[in-house]
């Protein structure tokens, strides 16, 4: 069985995800855009995927936007997003960013890009810089 190991930014939540990943989505929804502060989510799906706390569990927070089943748990020390049990346990959404593990599952799809920014359009045609620019 495959196993991926994360944590938060500050260290003081970790997990484990037992399982694979079947779905790598990375969502444009006007939702996942706010939650991240960024273009789109990048997040993992595990339907047989077991999600272990190792440490920190009592750091989390878990925010559900009402009348939505738009979800997502974070580190209350440093504000990571986390992986959550959804569908009443029976789905494990973890945001790929949270892992510290490789995974080697390529994104499936771009999906709610009728929600798109107009600013993320041909993010490839942007200038790479590898490190922060001086």
Not at 17 to 36: N, S
Not at 68 to 73: D, E, N, V
Not at 79 to 102: K, R, T
Request: glycine share 8%; hydrophobic share 35%; aromatic share 8%.
């Amino acid at each position: 069985m495959t196993k991926h190991c994360g944590s938060c930014l500050c260290g003081s939540i970790r997990f484990e995800v037992a399982g694979e990943f079947e779905r790598f989505y990375l969502c444009h929804c006007e939702y996942c855009r706010k939650d991240t502060g960024s273009a789109h989510a990048s997040n993992l799906f595990a339907s047989t995927g077991k999600l272990i706390w190792l440490s920190g569990q009592e750091k989390i927070k878990q925010f559900t936007l009402p009348g939505t089943r738009h979800s997502r748990a974070f580190c209350l020390e440093c504000g990571s997003a986390l992986p959550s049990a959804q569908m009443g346990g029976s789905l494990v959404v973890v945001p790929a960013g949270s892992l510290d593990s490789e995974v080697s599952l390529r994104p499936t799809a771009h999906i709610f890009v009728s929600s798109r920014a107009k600013w993320d359009e041909a993010p490839e045609c942007i200038p790479s810089v590898a490190e922060f620019p001086s």
